[in-house]
C-alpha cells in the first residue's frame, strides 16, 4: 500500500478515536465494578472545568462528564494524529521508526500521567493500577490499529531490526598488549 492513500488526518482521528473509546469503556468498566459509574469522568470533570477543589459532592455532574469527554476525545484525536504522522514518516524513512516508539511512550505517559495528576489534585482517589492499565490498552489500540494499516512498515522490521538503520561507531584500534 503506498503511502500517499494514507491521510494522517483520517488515520489520526480514527486511531485517536480508537484510544479514546478504549480508555473510556475501560473506566466505565473499572468505575462500574468499584459501584461509583462514571466516577473518573466526573472528578476529572470537574477538575477540569474549574469546581474540582470543592469537597466531593457524591453526585454525578452531567455537564462535567460530558465536557470532559470532549475535551478526552479531542486530546486523543490530536494524539492520534501526531502519531499517524510519525508512522507515515517512519514508513518513508525507517530511520524514523524509533520516533513512533517514542510518540507511543510519550502517549502513554501523558494518559496516565494527567489522570492520575488531576486525581491527585482534586483530592479524589483514582487509584494509579486502573489508570495506567487503561492507558496501556489505549495505547495498544492505537498502535495495533497504525501497525495493521501499515504493512510496510511491519515488514521494515523484519527486513531491517531497529537501530539497524544507522552505522555502528568505529571502534578505537586495539592497543598492543604489555608483556
Do not use: C, K
Amino acid at each position: 500500500m503506498d503511502v500517499r492513500e494514507h491521510s494522517a488526518i483520517r488515520e489520526g482521528t480514527v486511531t485517536g478515536v480508537i484510544g479514546a473509546v478504549v480508555l473510556a469503556v475501560w473506566y466505565f468498566i473499572t468505575d462500574t465494578a468499584a459501584g461509583a459509574p462514571l466516577h473518573t469522568p466526573n472528578v476529572l470533570g470537574r477538575m477540569l472545568f474549574g469546581d474540582g477543589l470543592r469537597p466531593p459532592v457524591g453526585r454525578i455532574d452531567a455537564a462535567a462528564v460530558l465536557g470532559y469527554t470532549v475535551v478526552h476525545f479531542a486530546v486523543f484525536v490530536l494524539i492520534g494524529m501526531g502519531l499517524a504522522l510519525l508512522v507515515h514518516l517512519a514508513t518513508r524513512d525507517t530511520s524514523l521508526r524509533m520516533g513512533v516508539w517514542i510518540g507511543l511512550l510519550v502517549a502513554f505517559g501523558v494518559f496516565a500521567g494527567l489522570v492520575y495528576m488531576l486525581g491527585l489534585a482534586s483530592g479524589e482517589r483514582i487509584a494509579p493500577w486502573p489508570v495506567i492499565a487503561g492507558s496501556l490498552l489505549a495505547v495498544l489500540g492505537m498502535a495495533g490499529y497504525l501497525w495493521r494499516g501499515h504493512p510496510r512498515l511491519s515488514r521494515s522490521f523484519e527486513e531491517q531490526p531497529l537501530g539497524s538503520e544507522v552505522p555502528p561507531p568505529p571502534h578505537p584500534p586495539e592497543r598492543p598488549r604489555a608483556a
